[in-house]
């Protein structure tokens, strides 16, 4: 009997997570990124953690056991101030093909660079922060973005908790390798190229380079250098690309049936559609109402996120919108900045200034979504599902959208050469009933899963917390060197053997035509 009930404190001693004493921070700018964490940092709240969350987004009405601390007012927000006009002007880059495209994909990481230096630098003098680094924890919850400063600080203040990445997208190019997961440039195309899982040789081969270059750049232009900055105020700190590797979990907001598959280790989960309710607000009335008077061919929805303004589209760019889709039977709603509180009607276009993306996406009227690629976007069309017109400007929007053009669901078009019949043309294949017949389909498989993302998302969190720190998620890959993951050594072995042997062959070959050239001559004598 003792024993028994030994066994069953053992099991709620194990199982008993709901005082768990949770940190989050999170130190990236852009807001799309926190739409993602908070409904998992919320819901851990509501089961009865203790959370402590600094951010530059604070929640609106956060529960008791929910502590903030706001970053806010330390850096500008990236919120709706990507301008389309700057990137019209970098457009040389993409006049040389392979080499420039190359450089753009390096090139915009630049600015994320200088904000992760500069947010760190804030961030080890920010007094509440600091504070809050002194409490005892038992999971730390990081974004894995741009920057790795977060990861000093918590070394820095000696904090001894299993350690937690969520994604707001698909991995970047150095998340992989330190949990041991496979990121082989063959067919796992990177977050910033605009390939899909298949590609040619000259593709793989930029893919390679990319792939390689990006991770030594992270680590010389972010990691090292925040290393120095954490160096001046805390003293020696641990290589960052080592601490690095002492993640025990990462969630991922993509999910296969939309981003492609990747090798995954079991400390490597997807969770996308994590940031997804099936709460429905209802619609702005005249909104509803330009739906309600729409006929039967429906209405397609136009929006470029909340970090790009469609209205910095160049005047002869918007016009190709305009005449492609006022032609159309259907009728149109576009979220455009510079619109009226009530809508800018034009024709079958109804321009708003900000629209309830996901709950129109699941209106029954509308049957198309045209977008930029961002992930929270296409993610939200999947659910819907609703077939996309794609038209990619930078970051992973290219690689999302390549794969969302793979499962079939979106067709991309190049935002740099965009024409009006193109356009069209693209207009009519995802309106067609075969293409929304098809992505109704992989929709049904995108929900299909064993729990709901944010159940998944609790679900391995807590796993970490019941079994601390350690590593029993990852393969061990992570601690190869380059050529022994790649098997360069191996392959020298081989290819060396194999040199060996078809020289002695050849020597034999020769050895024993000779003798016999001597032998038949020496017959003839
Ligand atoms: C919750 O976290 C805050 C901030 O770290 C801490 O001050 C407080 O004591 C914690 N509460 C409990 C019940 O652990
Ligand atoms: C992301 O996680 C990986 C694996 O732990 C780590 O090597 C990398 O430095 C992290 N990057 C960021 C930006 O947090
Ligand atoms: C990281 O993990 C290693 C090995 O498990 C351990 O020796 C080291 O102290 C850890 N570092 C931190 C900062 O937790
Ligand atoms: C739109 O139609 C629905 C269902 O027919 C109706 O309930 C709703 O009141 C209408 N809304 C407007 C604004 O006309």
């Not at 099991?11 to 998992?40: C, Q, R, W």
């Amino acid at each position: 009997m003792s024993r028994l009930i030994y066994f069953f404190t053992l099991i709620i001693h194990f199982y008993d997570v709901n005082t768990a004493n949770i940190l989050g921070l999170f130190t990236h700018t852009g807001k799309s990124h926190h739409m993602v964490f908070e409904p998992l940092l919320l819901k851990l709240a509501e089961r009865g953690h203790n959370l402590t969350v600094a951010s530059f987004f604070p929640a609106s009405n956060p529960p008791p056991n929910y502590n903030e601390i706001s970053f806010q007012g330390l850096h500008e927000l990236g919120l709706e101030s990507f301008d389309l006009n700057a990137y019209e002007n970098s457009k040389i880059f993409k006049r040389i093909p392979r080499i420039g495209s190359i450089a753009s994909q390096l090139l915009q990481f630049r600015p994320f660079a200088i904000a992760s230096l500069s947010i760190c630098e804030k961030l080890t003098n920010f007094k509440p922060l600091l504070e809050a680094l002194k409490g005892d924890y038992d999971v730390v919850l990081l974004e894995n973005f741009t920057s790795d400063c977060m990861l000093g600080l918590i070394y820095a203040y000696g904090i001894n908790a299993p350690i937690v990445y969520i994604m707001s997208g698909t991995p970047m190019p150095w998340s992989s390798e330190r949990i041991g997961a496979n990121d082989n440039p063959s067919y796992v195309p990177l977050i910033t190229a605009p390939f899909s899982s298949r590609m040619s040789l000259m593709d793989r081969l930029e893919n390679t380079l990319i792939n390689i270059i990006l991770k030594e750049w992270y680590y010389n232009e972010i990691q090292t250098k925040e290393r120095y900055i954490l160096e001046k105020k805390f003293g020696k700190i641990q290589d960052l690309r080592e601490l690095g590797k002492n993640v025990s979990l990462m969630l991922t907001n993509s999910y296969h049936t939309l981003n492609g598959v990747k090798p995954l280790v079991p400390g490597m989960v997807e969770v996308g559609g994590l940031h997804l309710t099936s709460k429905r607000e209802p619609l702005p009335q005249f909104i509803e109402k330009f739906l309600n008077d729409s006929s039967d061919d429906g209405v397609i929805l136009f929006s470029f996120g909340s970090l790009v303004k469609t209205k910095s589209l160049p005047k002869y760019k918007e016009q190709i919108f305009i005449n492609a889709l006022s032609k159309l039977k259907q009728r149109v709603i576009w979220k455009f900045e510079d619109s009226d509180e009530e809508g800018t009607l034009a024709g079958n276009i109804l321009k708003v200034k900000w629209l309830p993306q996901y709950d129109l996406l699941r209106h029954e009227k509308i049957i198309a979504f045209i977008c930029h690629g961002g992930l929270l976007g296409m993610t939200e069309a999947m659910a819907a599902g609703k077939p996309m017109i794609i038209v990619p400007i930078f970051g992973d929007q290219l690689s999302n959208a390549a794969a969302a053009a793979e499962a079939g669901v979106g067709i991309v078009l190049p935002y740099d050469d965009l024409k009006e019949d193109i356009l069209s043309n693209a207009l009519q294949t995802v309106i067609s009933d075969k293409m929304r017949t098809h992505t109704r389909l992989v929709s049904k498989i995108w929900h299909d899963r064993d729990m709901s993302p944010l159940d998944k998302a609790v679900f391995w969190t807590e796993h970490v917390i019941r079994w601390g720190m350690s590593t029993h998620l990852h393969s061990t890959a992570r601690n190869l060197t380059f050529y022994q993951l790649t098997l360069l050594d191996v392959a020298a072995i081989i290819i060396f053997t194999i040199s060996l042997l078809i020289i002695m062959i050849v020597y034999l070959i020769y050895k024993f035509l000779h003798i016999f050239k001597k032998s038949t001559k020496e017959k003839l004598l």
